[in-house]
T-cell receptor, first 112, second 112 residues
């Protein structure tokens, strides 16, 4: 069974540009979660999608947005990039939260 | 609100030493508790979980017991290996919630 896949692995952008990150969940998982892991800050919850709908979002500005497609894959968009957006962005999927998440390997976003 | 507190790292041990990483939590109701591990350059992997008081989760020689009376879920391993070097995250999921709360992570370094 394929795990959660994220692309690209690394992404370098200039301040002010837009970044698009992609995630494919485990087959059969309808929920996708996005987290930001900045250095020294642990995991910060960004967004939760389920059945194509945004169900919850963390304490991040509106320039962080995303969507979930009919095949349950998801896209995270970050507009007007700032230097402090540099982080590892992790996607996770779950069948039910109580069974635990399965995480992808992440996309390392560097803003210069 | 829910919170998870982990001991500060890094924890540095010699191979075959005994490991304890402390985790305490604050939550309403009866949360499920998890330990995740993040190896260098990778995403998080579910290590073990416990869903009710006095449950013991175990995997790969690691154990943690859900202690409701002390609101703790300490991670232990009797004999660590160099390959256990990673960052360990404690997390909880409250009943009725779909978004787990993570601790800040504890880095473990095991020397030969």
């Amino acid at each position: 069974e394929a795990g959660v896949t994220q692309s690209p692995t690394h992404l370098i952008k200039t301040r002010g540009q837009q970044a698009t990150l992609r995630c494919s969940p485990i087959s059969g998982h309808t929920s996708v979660y996005w987290y930001q892991q900045a250095l020294g800050l642990g995991l910060q919850f960004l967004l939760w999608y389920d059945e194509g709908e945004e169900r919850n979002r963390g304490n991040f500005p509106p320039r962080f947005s995303g969507r979930q497609f009919p095949n349950y894959s998801s896209e995270l968009n970050v507009n007007a990039l700032e230097l402090e957006d540099s982080a590892l962005y992790l996607c996770a999927s779950s069948e039910t939260g109580y069974s635990g998440y399965t995480f992808g390997s992440g996309t390392r976003l560097t803003v210069v | 609100g829910d919170s998870v507190t982990q001991m500060e790292g890094p924890v540095t041990l010699s191979e075959e030493a005994f490991l304890t990483i402390n985790c305490t939590y604050t939550a309403t109701g009866y949360p499920s508790l998890f330990w995740y591990v993040q190896y260098p350059g990778e995403g998080l992997q579910l290590l073990l979980k416990a869903t009710k008081a006095d449950d013991k989760g175990s995997n790969k020689g690691f154990e943690a017991t859900y202690r409701k009376e002390t609101t703790s879920f300490h991670l232990e391993k009797g004999s660590v290996q160099v390959s256990d070097s990673a960052v360990y995250f404690c997390a909880l999921l409250s009943g009725g919630s779909y978004i787990p709360t993570f601790g800040r992570g504890t880095s473990l370094i095991v020397h030969p």
